[in-house]
């Protein structure tokens, strides 16, 4: 996986643009990374400027380009593919490091579209998109949903050996105040156990033992309030 991070020489872009590189070690991330990461980067700015493609999924659904590494190294606002871009090299580094096969996972991550496919109102749009993603998530220890809102990254985590809901977010409102967040991810929760009711109660999982407390972490470390990057590593969470 790792060799496939910079693929400097397969940049094919017809439209490059050019804004200017402006990442240097005056930014905190920047100075984190290595001479020859910096290299790597640099070179595929000059080959294929801002819509440089630093990283590909194995089967080309997911891509990120260079304004996506700008927007982490100077700590601006996340797009989807990068989280989902994330999300699917820990699965890939996980099954590599398991002697399990890749039913047995520790960990299932579903993709930044559960939420809103699960909005769709189109019908059968929300179970066909379960129906190809929850019998194998229901195998895993952890499953995983990283959900946006109003430019914000937060993160739930379903235990299903322990059988409770856990819900992440790294700039939880002020004691009093309504969490926007919490309820949006509980409303993934609760279309996710309907369909789970609906059509995998059989010889998969029991109802009973799904329906649980949806918990809010207090523990999870926050942001600052001048902070633009919304999505914290919950992930690194021992519990995820």
Not at 1 to 19: G, K, L, Q
Not at 148 to 159: E, I, R, S
Not at 220 to 233: F, G, N, R, V
């Amino acid at each position: 996986m790792e060799d496939d991070i910079i693929e400097v020489d397969n940049i094919a872009d017809p439209d490059r643009t050019f804004s200017r590189f402006d990442l240097t070690n005056r930014l905190p991330i920047w100075k984190l990374l290595s001479t020859q990461e910096k290299d790597k980067l640099k070179e595929a700015y000059e080959k294929g400027g801002d819509s440089a493609q630093v990283w590909t999924g194995p089967h080309v659904s997911n891509s990120v380009s260079f304004n996506d590494i700008r927007a982490i190294v100077k700590g601006l606002i996340l797009r989807g593919n990068v989280i989902d871009a994330y999300a699917e090299m820990l699965m890939y580094e996980q099954q590599m490091k398991s002697t399990k096969s890749v039913d047995d996972e520790k960990s299932y991550i579903f993709n930044t579209l559960c939420l809103p496919t699960i909005r769709d109102m189109t019908e059968d749009v929300p179970d066909r998109y379960l129906s190809l993603r929850a019998p194998r998530a229901l195998k895993a220890r952890y499953i995983q949903f990283p959900i946006h809102l109003d430019n914000h990254w937060t993160l739930m985590v379903y235990d299903t050996e322990e059988g409770f809901w856990l819900h992440y977010n790294s700039m939880k409102p002020r004691r009093g105040r309504e969490d926007k967040h919490y309820w949006e991810a509980s409303l993934l929760k609760s279309y996710f156990e309907d369909y789970i009711n609906r059509r995998l109660k059989v010889d998969t999982v029991e109802t009973q033992d799904l329906v649980k407390e949806f918990l809010v972490v207090d523990y999870c470390p926050q942001q600052k309030p001048d902070s633009m990057l919304h999505y914290e590593a919950t992930c690194a969470s021992p519990r995820c």
